[in-house]
């Protein structure tokens, strides 16, 4: 991979736009970045900056729930096998069992703050999903946890931390000065440029699934956390990762709905185009085997059947739970005459979670001084090649409280002593010729689809580098004036790693499935993939 990545995006100097200063700034405002915001000292100045409102983040859009060993007949030994065998034996043990210890806690932390969880005389209700061998995932709302969680949380930070929130900022870069993070360079239509000086950054940007056509991610995720920690210097990991969610909602024309793993968990039956139940044949767990394994199975039965995609059969739930338990899911198909309590859903897989991203220690410590992160922009070891169900917002929590506390505890130490540092970037000579920016993101977005998405070839991995390469030439050399450029150049660096790390890793492992090199190999591939921006200063 070529690596002519700009080391910022715009043109800046220091005289021409304001300044902001902040003692930790916290950018992205899912559930990682507030609950990082709760973990700041009160005697700190905390910023949480968001690209888009507060609710437009992939935890408002979870379904599912959270996984904790709550009910009386699970343990945490449970828990952490469970995610170790998701993980494909590239978890981090430690980390696992840190993470799953602390679960419980904060999901009564969560109760504390007023998110309301899906209870029947007084106890809390728990579902179970792919790869779990409990019933553990607390759920709000039916199928609505995260929009019910995020409720909770963003009340708490503006009502009772009075936290300071800009929305509809788009974060263009990380500022860095002599190999350590001082803030970040923010744009918003009402101020143009800003620089935000802090003396500790936590990136929590949420994930990069729209970098392909087949996606449950809001359109905000362009993995934009990605690529400016990838352009300042920080060390990526596990990029070759993508999470494919098994069941999407595929209408022609519709946006890509996700239709939970819990679904499957109370009771519903995959079958394909011809009404054959398949997923027995191809794991013993059938329809609660991990998300890797039941993509594949959907993507064979496609290609078997040359139908565009297999179905979702909820009769053996019955009527009165299926809608009990699932009123959003009804409400979405009904909108596209689909009655789940007696009709098929027509389901595929599409890109859902992205595992890989920046490499951080148990308290989210990024390789670039300064800087933190937690939830879906990192890589933390706790998934490895394929993350368990309901352990994302878990991931967030946890590494949102401890980025938090230690990116606070280091604030804590430092003087008030602020100042801007002098950065500038120049401006370039503009191109004549103008670009297609929808033309190049939808070009994109299906090239990933095809050469690296739940099926991978070499040859097609190779062909697919050498196009994005391609479209970098031109596209990364320019300075683009507003966010559709800069999330087109971020996707493109993205997909730049991505690819990369897909290449190199010759084996097949969790999410990522090689034809060319079915068998994992632990021989040589039990181990990850770190990727390296060039950090230029």
Same mark, same amino acid.
């Given at each position: 991979m070529s690596t002519n990545v700009p080391r910022y995006l715009v043109p800046f100097h220091p005289k021409r736009i304001p300044h902001h200063f902040v003692d930790v700034l916290i950018i992205g405002g899912g559930i990682a970045g507030l609950r990082a915001t709760m973990a700041v000292d009160p005697r700190l100045s905390a910023l949480v900056v968001t690209k888009d409102q507060l609710k437009e983040s992939n935890s408002s859009y979870a379904q599912g729930g959270i996984a904790g060993v709550l009910a009386p007949d699970d343990d945490f030994a449970s828990h952490v096998a469970d995610t170790l065998s998701a993980g494909a034996d590239l978890c981090d043990a430690k980390i696992v069992e840190m993470v799953v210890r602390e679960a419980p806690e904060h999901i009564r932390q969560l109760i504390q703050w007023g998110t309301v969880f899906d209870s029947e005389a007084g106890e809390l209700t728990l579902g179970r999903e792919g790869g779990h061998s409990h019933h553990r995932i607390v759920h709000a709302l039916g199928d609505a946890t995260g929009k019910e969680i995020m409720r909770a949380m963003i009340k708490r930070a503006r009502e009772e931390l009075a936290a300071q929130i800009w929305q509809n900022t788009f974060t263009i870069d990380l500022l860095t000065?002599?190999?350590?993070?001082?803030?970040?360079?923010?744009?918003?239509?009402?101020?143009?440029?800003?620089?935000?000086?802090?003396?500790?950054?936590?990136?929590?940007?949420?994930?990069?699934?729209?970098?392909?056509?087949?996606?449950?991610?809001?359109?905000?995720?362009?993995? /934009?956390?990605?690529?400016?920690?990838?352009?300042?210097?920080?060390? *990526?990991? /596990?990029?070759?990762?993508?999470?494919?969610?098994?069941?999407? *909602?595929?209408?022609?024309?519709?946006?890509?709905?996700?239709?939970?793993?819990?679904?499957?968990?109370?009771?519903?039956?995959?079958?394909?185009?011809?009404?054959?139940?398949?997923?027995?044949?191809?794991? /013993?767990?059938?329809?609660?085997?991990?998300?890797?394994?039941?993509?594949?199975?959907?993507?064979?039965?496609?290609?078997?059947?040359?139908?565009?995609?297999?179905?979702?059969?909820?009769?053996?739930?019955?009527?009165?739970?299926?809608?009990?338990?699932?009123?959003?899911i009804a409400k979405s198909c009904a909108e596209f005459g689909i009655d789940i309590t007696r009709d098929l859903i027509p389901v595929r897989p599409g890109a859902h979670y992205m595992i890989g991203g920046v490499r951080v220690d148990q308290e989210g410590r990024s390789t670039l001084p300064r800087l933190f992160?937690?939830?879906e922009v990192t890589s933390s070891g706790l998934h490895g090649a394929n993350r368990l169900a309901s352990n994302s917002l878990l991931e967030g929590l946890v590494y949102g409280a401890h980025a938090g506390a230690a990116a606070s505890a280091a604030a804590l130490e430092e003087p008030d002593c602020f100042q801007a540092t002098p950065l500038s970037n120049p401006p370039i000579d503009e191109h004549d010729e103008p670009l297609d920016l929808v033309d190049i993101r939808n070009s994109l977005k299906s090239l990933m689809w095809r050469a690296a998405g739940v099926r991978r070839e070499g040859e097609q991995l190779r062909q697919a580098s050498q196009t994005i390469d391609r479209w970098c030439h031109y596209a990364l050399a320019r300075q683009l004036p507003d966010p559709a450029g800069w999330e087109l150049q971020n996707m493109l660096t993205v997909c730049r790693v991505l690819i990369d790390a897909a290449l190199r890793r010759e084996e097949s492992r969790g999410v990522h499935y090689r034809t060319d090199f079915p068998e994992m190999d632990n021989t040589s591939w039990k181990r990850r993939i770190d990727s390296h921006g060039e950090l230029t200063e």
């Amino acid at each position: 991979m070529s690596t002519n990545v700009p080391r910022y995006l715009v043109p800046f100097h220091p005289k021409r736009i304001p300044h902001h200063f902040v003692d930790v700034l916290i950018i992205g405002g899912g559930i990682a970045g507030l609950r990082a915001t709760m973990a700041v000292d009160p005697r700190l100045s905390a910023l949480v900056v968001t690209k888009d409102q507060l609710k437009e983040s992939n935890s408002s859009y979870a379904q599912g729930g959270i996984a904790g060993v709550l009910a009386p007949d699970d343990d945490f030994a449970s828990h952490v096998a469970d995610t170790l065998s998701a993980g494909a034996d590239l978890c981090d043990a430690k980390i696992v069992e840190m993470v799953v210890r602390e679960a419980p806690e904060h999901i009564r932390q969560l109760i504390q703050w007023g998110t309301v969880f899906d209870s029947e005389a007084g106890e809390l209700t728990l579902g179970r999903e792919g790869g779990h061998s409990h019933h553990r995932i607390v759920h709000a709302l039916g199928d609505a946890t995260g929009k019910e969680i995020m409720r909770a949380m963003i009340k708490r930070a503006r009502e009772e931390l009075a936290a300071q929130i800009w929305q509809n900022t788009f974060t263009i870069d990380l500022l860095t000065h002599e190999g350590e993070c001082r803030g970040a360079l923010v744009w918003n239509k009402y101020h143009g440029k800003t620089f935000i000086w802090a003396k500790q950054t936590i990136l929590c940007t949420g994930g990069a699934g729209q970098i392909y056509r087949e996606t449950t991610n809001p359109i905000v995720a362009t993995g /934009d956390g990605h690529a400016i920690a990838y352009r300042a210097g920080a060390e *990526l990991s /596990d990029m070759e990762f993508m999470q494919f969610h098994p069941t999407v *909602l595929y209408i022609a024309g519709s946006s890509r709905t996700l239709i939970t793993e819990a679904v499957r968990g109370e009771g519903a039956l995959l079958v394909n185009a011809h009404g054959e139940r398949f997923m027995p044949d191809y794991d /013993d767990r059938a329809e609660l085997a991990p998300r890797d394994i039941v993509s594949r199975a959907i993507v064979d039965q496609m290609d078997k059947l040359s139908h565009p995609c297999v179905y979702l059969d909820l009769s053996p739930l019955g009527p009165e739970l299926t809608l009990k338990r699932f009123p959003g899911i009804a409400k979405s198909c009904a909108e596209f005459g689909i009655d789940i309590t007696r009709d098929l859903i027509p389901v595929r897989p599409g890109a859902h979670y992205m595992i890989g991203g920046v490499r951080v220690d148990q308290e989210g410590r990024s390789t670039l001084p300064r800087l933190f992160a937690s939830g879906e922009v990192t890589s933390s070891g706790l998934h490895g090649a394929n993350r368990l169900a309901s352990n994302s917002l878990l991931e967030g929590l946890v590494y949102g409280a401890h980025a938090g506390a230690a990116a606070s505890a280091a604030a804590l130490e430092e003087p008030d002593c602020f100042q801007a540092t002098p950065l500038s970037n120049p401006p370039i000579d503009e191109h004549d010729e103008p670009l297609d920016l929808v033309d190049i993101r939808n070009s994109l977005k299906s090239l990933m689809w095809r050469a690296a998405g739940v099926r991978r070839e070499g040859e097609q991995l190779r062909q697919a580098s050498q196009t994005i390469d391609r479209w970098c030439h031109y596209a990364l050399a320019r300075q683009l004036p507003d966010p559709a450029g800069w999330e087109l150049q971020n996707m493109l660096t993205v997909c730049r790693v991505l690819i990369d790390a897909a290449l190199r890793r010759e084996e097949s492992r969790g999410v990522h499935y090689r034809t060319d090199f079915p068998e994992m190999d632990n021989t040589s591939w039990k181990r990850r993939i770190d990727s390296h921006g060039e950090l230029t200063e």
